[in-house]
């Protein structure tokens, strides 16, 4: 499941193939202790995710049109967790695996913002595209 990411900071367009390393993943903090849009947690609700609604927290600002809720909540201590849920491991390899890839919140479809943000938590595909990175390409 190697996903080209195609994106946009301040006029500066990058693209990334993620090597599935999990690092967003577990140590990325707005993405582990993150906020889900309305349009996410509708989404959800849409496709019946009760699996993905039950780690939502309470909703954030109520009254505004930028409202975002907590995500990855533990249902039974209702503590934010350590990682992310639906992050797996496959097998013997070091390779991690989405379990709700297709609809994962909006923050984890647009994480990195830039390839700084991505560096600094050693994404090797983000590394590979600065400057000095190893087989930086196009």
């Not at 209702?78 to 695996?97: A, Y």
């Amino acid at each position: 499941m190697d996903e080209e990411k195609d994106a946009s900071k301040d006029g500066k367009e990058f693209s990334i193939v993620c090597r599935r390393c999990g690092r967003c993943c577990r140590g990325a903090t707005q993405l582990v202790h993150g906020d889900a849009t309305i349009q996410d947690v509708a989404c959800w609700i849409g496709e019946e995710r009760y699996d993905i609604l039950q780690w939502v927290g309470p909703m954030i600002v109520p009254d505004s049109e930028d409202a975002m809720f907590d995500v990855w909540v533990n249902p039974k201590t209702h503590d934010f967790v350590k990682r992310c849920p639906w992050l797996r491991r496959q097998g013997g390899s070091n390779l991690h695996e989405c379990m709700i890839y297709d609809v994962r919140p909006a923050a984890c479809r647009e994480w990195p913002r830039d390839l700084a943000e991505g560096q600094k938590l050693g994404c090797p595909a983000c590394k590979e595209k600065l400057p000095g990175g190893a087989g930086q390409g196009g």
